[in-house]
């Protein structure tokens, strides 16, 4: 029975190429055509290949809504939390995840500092868009149009003399931040407090949540934050590997700074 379910999926990814036909079905699963066309038969009644009217099959609606339904299914605060703990663990310093939710950035999940001097930040609260690191992650994965829509539909509050002034200068940092795929806000929203961030993207590579860690000054300099940037993006990385069903990457340690 093993053998049947391993050749019915193998013919899962052959009909990703495109349309095939019975014989080369068969051909590729190194089989007689009478034991494709029974697997073909099988999927096909489940609705995971279909049968075009040139006799050729390609894969199924049901496919496609079971994988819908199943990335809808997700929950990215879940398979995150364990690696924000091992990241937090290994830097000590507070560790954030966040998302983009009708028109606000919200933290939906966080790890505390062993430090005494901690984050005020809450879970379910909103970020100074204009500002914080996972922010710009979020925003710069936007399209073009809805990225520049968004930014000037802003107010622009000068939190401190490194605060984002305007929309112009906020559409500059988000298209940097597109390019070099991580983000800081290093004063921005409170001078002493420093904060990297990374994505976390999906199995379309669209970002889904942001991770960062945030310290401050009196805790870790501006220079000692950024030189942990190598660990968050790895740990961000083992997050999306894990969210969009790729092979993991192992969870971050103490020598990878």
Known sequence: MSQTVDRALSILPLLAEGPADLGKVADRLGVHKS???????????????????????RLGARLFALAQEAMENLDVREIAHPHLARLGEACGHTVHLAVYEDGEVLYIDKVESRYPVRMYSRIGRPVAV?????????????????????????????????STPDAPAFLRELRKVREQGWATDLGGHEESINCVAAPVRGADGRVVA???????????TADELLALLPLVRRAADA???EYSGRTPVSAPDKDTR
């Not at 942001?210 to 870790?220: D, I, K």
């Open 35 to 57: 034991t494709a066309l029974r697997l073909l038969r099988t999927l096909h009644e489940h609705g995971l290949v279909y049968r075009q009217a040139d006799q050729r099959y």
């Open 130 to 162: 204009t500002v914080a690191a996972v922010a710009k992650l979020l925003l710069a994965d936007l399209p073009e149009p809805e990225r520049r829509a968004v930014a000037e539909s802003l107010d622009y509050p000068l939190y401190t003399a490194r």
């Open 210 to 220: 942001a991770l960062s860690v945030s310290a401050p000054n009196v805790v870790a």
């Open 239 to 241: 997050v999306s590997a």
